[in-house]
């Protein structure tokens, strides 16, 4: 910082100050302009002139026209990306949702169409199974843990499977309910209930 000399004593954080004579209309817009920063008419100004000297703007002719053609440019931009973002869009439903919800569409008039339920063909115990239920007058105590053993592993599968049942609510038509089973699983017990 300089120091000014001003009758005979001097100011610490002072600089040098100059008069420029501009029309009363223009400083009276560049006052209300520079009590938007809350800084000083030369901070302010000095900022303006620095800022013209980096962008290489001229801020009485062509500075204006090519700030202009740059925000242009970067619009077109801008434009041509979000072309590019609606086309996917198109693109994913005609490809995706389209198809599906035409699909959706036709099984819906099918079902309603068709109004009759599927049947649901009723799993069969066989007979040979069911003879540990029915009482016998004497049953030698070997067999009665065979059966019961039997018995009490059939009751453990049969709670597995009852553990993998999940209700399934659908938008259209009636809940069901869903076996998550691996298909070697339901193979093998088909061929245990036969």
Do not use: W
């Not at 100059?18 to 100004?45: D, P, Q």
């Not at 009665?144 to 999940?166: G, P, Q």
């Amino acid at each position: 910082m300089e120091k000014q000399s001003t009758n005979g004593r001097t100011k610490k954080g002072t600089s040098g100050y100059s008069n420029i004579t501009v029309k009363k209309e223009t400083a009276i817009r560049f006052r209300s302009y520079s009590k938007k920063f809350g800084k000083s008419h030369s901070e302010v100004l000095d900022g303006m002139i620095q800022y013209f000297k980096e962008n290489n703007l001229d801020p009485i002719g062509e500075g204006t026209k090519i700030i202009l053609d740059s925000i242009e440019k970067l619009e077109r931009q801008v434009m041509k990306k979000i072309d590019r973002l609606i086309a996917i869009i198109k693109n994913i439903e005609k490809t995706s949702i389209r198809p599906t919800y035409e699909m959706m569409l036709i099984l819906y008039e099918a079902y309603v169409k068709d109004g009759r339920k599927p049947k649901r063909e009723p799993v069969q115990i066989q007979e040979e199974r069911m003879d540990f239920l029915e009482p016998k007058n004497t049953v030698p105590k070997v067999e009665h843990d065979r059966l019961l053993h039997e018995y009490n592993e059939y009751k453990k599968r049969c709670n597995e499977i009852l553990d993998n049942v999940e209700k399934v609510e659908r938008m259209m038509g009636k809940p069901y309910l869903k076996i998550h089973m691996g298909i070697g699983d339901f193979e093998s017990l088909k061929y245990q209930l036969r």
